[in-house]
């Protein structure tokens, strides 16, 4: 990796554990705790990473793809268990953005868990942007 912060890959998955990904974190991470409809409905806690910081590792063909609105987030849900343990949003279409509960391991990990006004995405979604950029 990149930039001046060390990455750890860390793994999760959905809970029947037919989808399993991993994603390179920080030590301390920012997350969103977002109040827009699906959000509000599933628990979803966002940490939002670049691309080359996301890989799944199995599922693929487990997963069932949902679109809603605008049509540019994939909400992608384990056809097996139902759960959501991560998506391609809409605020950042370049990343990926991982459910912090469906994290295998979340010990030594700082999440930093802030409230996004999803209610009111068109005000707000643009200061998301930049979760999915590489650290210079």
């Given at each position: 990796?990149?930039?001046?912060?060390?990455?750890?890959?860390?793994?999760?998955?959905?809970?029947?554990?037919?989808?399993?990904?991993?994603?390179?974190?920080?030590?301390?991470?920012?997350?969103?705790?977002?109040?827009?409809?699906?959000?509000?409905?599933?628990?979803?806690?966002?940490?939002?990473?670049?691309?080359?910081?996301?890989?799944?590792?199995?599922?693929?063909?487990?997963?069932?793809?949902?679109?809603f609105n605008t049509g540019v987030?994939?909400?992608?849900?384990?056809?097996?268990?139902?759960?959501?343990?991560?998506?391609?949003?809409?605020?950042?279409?370049?990343?990926?953005?991982?459910?912090?509960?469906?994290?295998?391991?979340?010990?030594?990990?700082?999440?930093?868990?802030?409230?996004?006004?999803?209610?009111?995405?068109?005000?707000?979604?643009?200061?998301?942007?930049?979760?999915?950029?590489?650290?210079?």
């Amino acid at each position: 990796m990149t930039g001046g912060a060390d990455y750890a890959w860390r793994a999760g998955g959905c809970h029947c554990r037919a989808v399993r990904f991993e994603a390179a974190l920080a030590a301390e991470v920012e997350a969103q705790d977002c109040n827009c409809s699906i959000c509000a409905m599933t628990g979803f806690v966002h940490v939002i990473v670049p691309e080359r910081r996301f890989r799944l590792l199995a599922g693929k063909d487990r997963l069932t793809d949902y679109t809603f609105n605008t049509g540019v987030a994939h909400h992608l849900f384990c056809s097996v268990c139902g759960v959501k343990s991560f998506y391609r949003p809409r605020s950042n279409p370049d990343g990926w953005s991982v459910n912090a509960r469906c994290l295998d391991d979340t010990g030594d990990l700082t999440i930093r868990v802030t409230a996004f006004d999803g209610q009111n995405w068109e005000s707000h979604g643009a200061t998301l942007a930049h979760l999915s950029e590489e650290a210079s």
